[in-house]
């Protein structure tokens, strides 16, 4: 169902005339305002009651939906924006602008020549995801600009959702820009603690001001936070800002700003994440051209930040593939680098209820020596690999590091005539435009060969999983073969995984987990990883007896794509409680910091009737976390039922929900 209305109107001559207002590169302060006469009005000048301008006051629309509100308006002739919810402020007057590599700087000194908004309504059904549908409802405010020093044609498109606001930029004018630098700045409240994490790094809680300097001589170098970059405001409130519809574009970072220790700015990188290819100071695009949105996530509670992440992917680009009943969501078995070792994989992945093993870093040689992808060790016996998979309803990924991308679509190519259906590509040198546009073309390419596409290293969400929804998962995070702290998984939900999938290599059962094995598989449900790496670093034979593995029915029966999803209880770096539905039947995951803890878990969410719960809990704590044994219990519980999720420390709970 759609239903949408857009109005748009010059900015008035004569008695209404917006004009060029005096140039000041700093606000001084909030100036008077003129708000919209009601949500949905065009933007208009100020105006006296005998309807001349009213001199001094600045330009100001607002777009709102819910509880949210976006606001840009331009004080002194300078380009602003600020942010509320429920009417607090969640970013405060914030500056605007571009600079190009010329020296301009557009947003500083403007004119408004046209304006208009637009309200819209649609349902749209992702391929895989957290819901079966997603609505995408927001009203939007457009201004066209001109730079007064330059006669640049410029634009700013602001939207409001009920989950979150965004913006971005537009370059109108026909030919090409070149953009040096992004002004965007987000200035919080006082008593605002960011969460910060660079390249594969934990996250650390410190004032905006605060961020630590990171980089080296060939990387981008200062005090810079990678997306999603999670913020948590008085009075409970949380938001997170991502990037959305990054095409053609670099990679956005945020900074500290000296003397504003509210504040941080955008940086666009110049190097990619790992110090490699040519330095960029500036991008060059093909106008009219729109910049990537810049969104920020809103929660009133932590836990409905994580309900409210597809606005990330309502502001991408609708999906580009006419067919895509050949993507197929997942979990993943790694087999070592031997024909037996895959043959054996196959056949655990099909008693484990696994949809695909993969080969992973070697198979045709050293990753960092050997550029030829297209023949396997000798230890390998491909063509019986994959023939046996595809015999037993398993496909196979298999890894490329980049170094051997010289050729992908030859290679795509070879991979498709071997029967292969996934790659994990390693390794990936995200950061630049150029890069930005190598892994869009990626992910175009696998989808031409119907290839699956899994990116690994420090590579950031923008959304284009809905776009080439072939690309189906990504790391750009801390990963838990790292065996991170349990702080670090439940500041997860609430940070990364705004952005988009996560491939988190679910480490069950391993002696060096610094978490339960409860909480290792309330993952499955906590995370939203529609490609889910399982067993990471254990063979076959290491379950060859289940009973001494009471967690491996979950794992047999928990999917990676869901109908619906509810976040029931959260706060970051504490404790998560997610809900997620496949058909009839409910998953929940628990998780909890090194503090233990019992949660107690309404399940008003479930339908009518008794449902049977498969309760995976953790036992008495053990000497470490990981020795802490699981503890099976089904009891019958309905929709008026309070479950008790008692915790170990670094601990969790895994449950099915299940029509009796």
């Not at 942010?83 to 301009?104: C, E, I, K, N, Q």
């Not at 016996?381 to 050729?407: C, E, H, Q, W």
């Not at 952005?499 to 059962?509: H, L």
């Amino acid at each position: 169902m759609r239903t949408a209305e857009d109005r748009e109107q010059p900015a008035r001559d004569g008695a209404g005339t917006l004009g060029a207002l005096s140039r000041r590169g700093v606000l001084k302060g909030t100036a008077a305002t003129v708000g919209l006469a009601a949500a949905g009005a065009a933007a208009q000048p100020a105006h006296a009651a005998d309807g001349t301008a009213t001199a001094g006051l600045p330009l100001r629309a607002t777009a709102r939906m819910g509880a949210n509100a976006i606001t840009m308006s331009v004080v002194d002739g300078a380009l602003r924006w600020s942010v509320r919810h429920h009417g607090r402020t969640v970013v405060d007057t914030s500056v605007l602008g571009l600079g190009l590599g010329d020296g301009t700087v557009l947003g500083s000194d403007v004119t408004v020549t046209r304006t208009g908004y637009r309200t819209a309504r649609t349902t749209w059904n992702p391929v895989y995801g957290r819901n079966a549908t997603v609505t995408d409802h927001y009203q939007e405010m457009r201004w066209h600009l001109r730079d007064n020093a330059s006669g640049i044609r410029f634009g700013v498109q602001i939207r409001a959702y009920r989950t979150g606001v965004a913006l971005r930029y537009l370059l109108l004018d026909d030919g090409t820009a070149t953009v040096a630098d992004e002004l965007t700045t987000f200035a919080f409240p006082d008593d605002t603690t960011v969460y910060s994490a660079r390249d594969e790094n934990a996250y650390l809680p410190v004032a905006p001001g605060s961020i630590p300097v990171t980089g080296t001589s060939s990387t981008d170098n200062g005090p810079l936070t990678d997306l999603p970059l999670t913020a948590t405001l008085t009075d409970g409130l949380i938001a997170c800002v991502c990037e959305s519809a990054r095409l053609d574009f670099p990679r956005l970072m945020l900074g500290s700003v000296d003397g504003r220790p509210n504040t941080l700015s955008a940086h666009l990188m110049e190097h990619t994440a790992r110090g490699t290819g040519p330095v960029e100071p500036t991008s060059t695009v093909t106008t009219p051209f729109a910049t990537p949105w810049r969104a920020v996530v809103i929660g009133s509670t932590h836990a409905e930040l994580v309900d409210n992440a597809e606005l990330v992917l309502n502001l991408a680009p609708p999906n580009a593939l006419a067919d895509t009943s050949w993507i197929k969501p997942g979990k993943v078995f790694r087999c070592e680098l031997s024909t037996a070792a895959g043959l054996a994989g196959v056949d655990f992945a099909v008693a484990r209820g696994l949809q695909y093993i993969e080969y992973d870093a070697g198979w045709y040689g050293p990753e960092f020596t050997t550029t030829d992808a297209t023949k396997p060790i000798a230890a390998i016996d491909m063509p019986s690999v994959i023939a046996y998979a595809t015999s037993k309803g398993i496909g196979v990924f298999l890894y490329v590091n980049r170094l051997a991308l010289t050729d992908a679509d030859s290679l795509f190519g070879l991979y498709k005539s071997w029967g292969v259906q996934g790659i994990k590509l390693g390794f990936i040198n995200d950061g630049t435009q150029t890069m930005t546009n190598q892994i869009t073309d990626w992910a175009k390419a696998a989808a031409a060969y119907e290839l699956l596409i899994d990116m690994h290293d420090d590579v950031r969400p923008f959304g284009y999983e809905r776009t080439y929804p072939n690309w189906i998962s990504l790391e750009g995070v801390r990963g838990n073969e790292q065996f991170p702290t349990a702080t670090h998984n439940v500041t997860l939900p609430f940070a990364r995984n705004i952005g988009g999938p996560m491939d988190y290599t679910i480490c069950y059962g391993q002696s060096r987990d610094k978490t339960t094995n409860a909480h290792q598989m309330a993952m499955a449900a906590v995370y939203y990883q529609p490609l889910n790496f399982l067993f990471w670093y254990d063979k076959p034979s290491k379950y060859a007896n289940p009973a001494n593995w009471p967690g491996l029915p979950w794992f047999n029966s928990v999917p990676t794509t869901w109908d619906e999803s509810r976040t029931l209880a959260g706060s970051i770096g504490e404790y998560v409680a997610v809900a997620r539905r496949s058909g009839d039947t409910w998953y929940l995951g628990a998780m909890t910091d090194e503090t233990s803890r019992t949660l107690s878990v309404p399940l008003s969410f479930l339908g009518g009737g008794t449902y049977t719960a498969t309760v995976y809990a953790d036992g008495t704590p053990g000497a470490a976390p990981y020795q802490t044994p699981v503890v099976v219990s089904t009891r019958s519980v309905t929709a008026e039922s309070i479950l008790s999720v008692a915790m170990a420390p670094a601990g969790g709970q895994a449950v099915v929900l299940k029509p009796s």
